[in-house]
């Protein structure tokens, strides 16, 4: 069953390995740590807005019939520090964000005053504490900023920043190789001779891979020899955290994956799943390193990295708790194939109707996967799904 291969999968032991990078460049990595402010912010009172930083019982019936005049005693821009106290009959000149002086208990918008320079009128109360932004207000000094196992964005980057913090302790980002496999296959830029076709899920798989924030590395085709793609692949493990193999994995003459992994001397922990398409997908436990061989048929491969391998890759970069978000949505486009066993199909949902590619869901074609968006999970013994049932997506 699914469930099954992703439990054993799940009970991989993970090598948490964890490094310190500028906080300006920790976007999209893994926050290692629980991180606290070091201090408060504002870390003084500030004015939001240009105008007169003031007494609030100074103002109190100000209007433009009854203006109140106040002494300006001192001018403060954003930057400069007040050096004089507020008091009666006084106020400050101030900018947006400079610090407000002490005695001064509100700010008077300049729009409702005669923009005085030595003196000025005010036209309208405030109240105490109107238009004053407090020391703390937006974070003070011990509150908990970022959560161990939470992803970093441009939000926190500017929390992180306002607090003067320039490192972060980060999780590490796997290095994942990916080998497509199969003598038929050629990469992009040889000339095709007849019978052979070009490796797209070597580039599809990395590209995701990239997509999700980890670091793919291509390694160049292996063929259907079992001893020299085992002594590669053994090879290759000592220079990433994880392996992906596409093809290979069926019950074909060439299939020699299962021969792999026994050359290997591999842990397999699975080889089948009841899910189509993708099947006949392997994996197994080489030098305490995962290698996950999947299907060669390019929609197989991308379906069963999503269900299967992607978890244990975020795992691996830190997120413990990662889990797909499933959805339930109503579909829009019928699915008349029956489905004897469990199925995944790709679609596209959006304000909760979901999206079939019309008669394009062979596991070789690739065309169809534009624009998709989700696997539509169909149950084993399905007859077909007509348009307007309830379906269970998984997003991408």
């Known amino acids: 069953m699914l469930e099954e291969a992703q439990e054993r999968l799940m009970k991989i032991k993970m090598k948490e390995e964890t490094e310190t990078v500028r906080v300006t460049e920790a976007l999209g990595r893994v926050c290692a740590e629980n991180i606290y402010a070091v201090m408060d912010q504002p870390p003084f009172p500030r004015s939001p807005l240009d105008g007169y930083a003031v007494r609030s019982q100074d103002t109190t019936g100000a209007s433009k019939e009854n203006p109140v005049r106040l002494n300006v005693i001192e001018h403060i821009c954003a930057g400069m520090y007040p050096k004089l106290k507020i008091g009666p009959g006084e106020a400050a000149r101030i900018m947006t964000g400079a610090p407000i002086p002490e005695g001064a208990d509100g700010v008077i ?48 980057i500017g929390i992180l920043s306002s607090q003067g913090i320039e490192t972060i302790p980060v999780y590490s980002v796997p290095v994942v190789a990916i080998m497509a496999t199969g ?10 001779e007849p019978g052979k076709i070009y490796d797209s899920n070597g580039p599809l798989l990395a590209a995701r891979i990239r997509e999700l924030g980890m670091k793919p590395f291509l390694l160049q085709r292996g063929g ?42 591999a842990d397999v922990l699975f080889h089948g799943i009841n899910v189509k398409p993708g099947s006949p997908m392997l994996a197994m436990i080489v030098e305490g390193k995962p290698v996950f061989c999947l299907s060669g048929n390019p929609f197989a491969a991308a379906a069963t990295f999503e269900v299967l391998v992607r978890p244990v890759l975020e795992r691996m970069r830190g997120k413990a708790q990662w889990k797909p978000e499933i959805l339930l949505g109503i579909l829009k486009s019928p699915f008349p194939k029956a489905s004897p066993c469990r199925r995944l199909v790709r679609g596209k949902i959006e304000d909760g109707k979901v999206w079939l590619p019309e008669g394009r869901h062979s596991s070789g074609m690739l065309s169809s996967m534009a624009g998709c968006n989700c696997l539509v999970d169909i149950p084993a013994g399905s007859s077909g799904l007509k348009a307007g049932e309830q379906v269970k997506v998984m997003l991408m």
């Not at 003598?183 to 095709?192: A, Y």
């Not at 003459?253 to 992994?261: G, K, S």
């Open 109 to 156: 918008m300049q729009e409702r005053t005669d923009e005085g320079s030595e003196s000025v009128e005010i036209y309208q109360s405030v109240a105490s504490y109107g238009n004053y932004c407090k020391e703390g207000e937006d974070t003070y000094r011990g509150a908990l900023l970022m959560e161990k196992g939470r992803s970093i964005h441009s939000s926190h």
């Open 183 to 192: 003598d038929e296959l050629v990469p992009v830029g040889t000339p095709l």
């Open 224 to 265: 259907d020899d079992t001893e020299k793609l085992a002594e590669e692949i053994r090879k290759q493990l000592t220079e990433c955290d994880a392996l992906i193999t596409s093809g290979g994995v069926s019950v074909g003459v060439r299939d020699c994956m299962p021969y792999v992994a026994e050359a290997l001397g």
